[in-house]
């Protein structure tokens, strides 16, 4: 697990990251974002994002071949930390003075502008990629590139792959059309919908409260107390699960 405002190189972060990457659901509009990502001519970039969208995935199939980067290239995950703005400085006077590609993920807006500004008085040559998932405030006042990944740049492909993972001659024509209106086009649930589907071993397996034992995955061994958890969730969003109030 990488320290709070550490630096790691991204390719080794890809080879952590590659083991636990499981489906992944692209588009056309994606891959004009990746291109954006991979852009040497392009400097400063922010991209936003709402959580489930697929911030930090689309950052490892845009770099996971290794061409767009070096050994110079890093980056930092916990950047929400306090300390981030120091150490951002300090990594540009030290170790990544001739950095060619600092990644951000999580990275607060206000922090993100303070440190376009050392960056260009430390290592202007350097591209720095900003991450989190402030959607609704955007930095227009600040000079760089505004990468926003929307749930439409995705959701044709979304429902395509629903419905090659529960095809219809299976007779599971009206929980594949559930998964889509719970999943609403979000690459990360719906994946998680499918495979909770698949791994469902209850014998009705056509409504929404079968499938949040298998999507939180639950151990029937502890029911009573995982079921909290379920109705707690309820509170928040609706889940279709009895006793949620």
């Known amino acids: 697990n990488q320290q709070e405002g550490s630096f790691m190189p991204i390719g080794q972060w890809i080879d952590i990251y590659k083991n636990g990457a499981g489906d992944y659901i692209v588009s056309p509009k994606i891959l004009e974002k990746q291109n954006l990502l991979k852009n040497a001519g392009v400097l400063t970039i922010k991209m936003v994002a709402l959580s489930g969208i697929g911030k930090t995935r689309l950052l490892y199939e845009t770099f996971k071949d290794k061409t767009c980067i070096s050994d110079k290239s890093f980056i930092c995950l916990k950047s929400d930390s306090k300390d981030l703005e120091q150490s951002v400085i300090t990594f540009f006077i030290k170790d990544g003075n001739d950095a060619d590609l600092l990644i951000l993920d999580d990275c607060p ?11 260009d008085q430390y290592n202007p040559h350097c591209k720095l990629i900003g991450i989190n998932n402030d959607y609704f405030n955007h930095l227009n006042h600040v000079s760089c590139n505004l990468l926003k990944l929307e749930v439409d740049d995705v959701r044709k492909e979304v429902y395509e792959y629903i419905d090659a993972e ?5 007779g599971d024509v009206f929980y594949r059309e559930q998964v889509k209106k719970i999943s609403d086009g979000y690459p990360f649930l719906a994946i998680q919908l499918v495979e909770a589907f698949k791994n469902c071993k209850h014998v009705n397996a056509l ?7 298998g999507l939180l995955k639950i151990d029937p061994a502890k029911e009573n107390n995982e079921l909290i958890v379920m109705q707690t969730l309820a509170l928040f969003q609706p889940l279709g699960f009895s006793g949620s109030r």
């Open 109 to 119: 807006n206000d922090v993100f502008v303070r440190i376009i500004a050392h960056r």
């Open 166 to 170: 529960i095809p219809a001659e299976n």
């Open 207 to 213: 409504d929404v409260e079968a499938l949040m034992p």
